[in-house]
């Protein structure tokens, strides 16, 4: 079935580098993609969001790159904070309906 | 701007036993879509309403079923609770039906539910 992947892994990062987040998708009929990060406590909130007409879009601190010959998708956090430390999502819309299909998230750990 | 809110933050259940969530969006959202999140399971998307009319439907069993209001409120509700319904039940509402626009869902903080 549509799935998109992401491994659950927990990711390191000396503060102050840069951060990359990976995402694999199934499914080539997607048409747009979303990154959410959530803190602990919370719920999810909206980073940056992608379509398929695109290759790589920009943020403040953040840049979301498409490689749709592979199905990858990743997000890239420029000088990494404290305040970056949060699970991960990434997410696909197929287009068929209005859901979008969301990955199993990535720790994202800061290290002072 | 008030956020989206939901209530109860916490609640503890048993088995056998039926479970009633509210989400409030955020004023002039007409869309409230519910997901559950495991530990190791990302978000799973459970059903959209849109103008009091459920417009999408997860993956789930007919014991998860939830209804919209007039006001763009909405509940879910869970019957039968099995142990496996433990979860944090997330609300999230959006000015317009699903994704195919800006994308942003605006999440609540969710329920946590642990059934025993």
């Known amino acids: 079935g549509e799935s998109v992947g992401l491994h659950l892994p927990t990711l390191s990062v000396q503060e102050g580098d840069n951060s990359i987040i990976n995402c694999a998708y199934s499914n080539s009929a997607s048409d747009y993609f979303i990154w959410y990060k959530q803190e602990s406590g919370k719920g999810p909130q909206f980073i940056i969001d992608i379509r398929s007409n695109m290759d790589k879009r920009q943020g403040q601190r953040v840049t979301v790159l498409l490689n749709k010959t592979v199905k990858h998708l990743s997000l890239q956090i420029a000088a990494t904070q404290p305040g970056d430390s949060a699970v991960y999502f990434c997410a696909e819309n197929t287009g068929s309906n209005y859901q979008l299909i969301w990955g199993a998230g990535t720790k994202l750990i800061i290290k002072p | 701007k008030a956020g989206v809110t939901q209530t109860p933050r916490y609640l503890i259940k048993t088995r056998g036993q039926q479970v009633t969530l509210s989400c409030s969006p955020i004023s002039g959202h007409r869309s409230v879509s519910w997901y559950q999140q495991t530990p190791g399971q990302g978000l799973q998307f459970l059903f959209e309403?849109?103008?009091?009319?459920?417009?999408n439907k997860g993956n789930f069993p007919g014991r998860f079923s939830g209804r919209q209001f007039s006001n763009s409120r909405s509940e879910m509700n869970v019957s039968t609770l099995e142990l496996g319904d433990s979860a944090l039940y997330l609300c999230?509402?959006?000015?317009?039906?699903?994704?195919?626009?800006?994308?942003?869902?605006?999440f609540g903080e969710g329920s946590r539910l642990t059934v025993l």
């Open positions: 999230a509402s959006s000015p317009v039906r699903g994704v195919t626009n800006t994308g942003e869902l605006f």
């Open positions: 309403y849109f103008s009091e009319t459920q417009r």
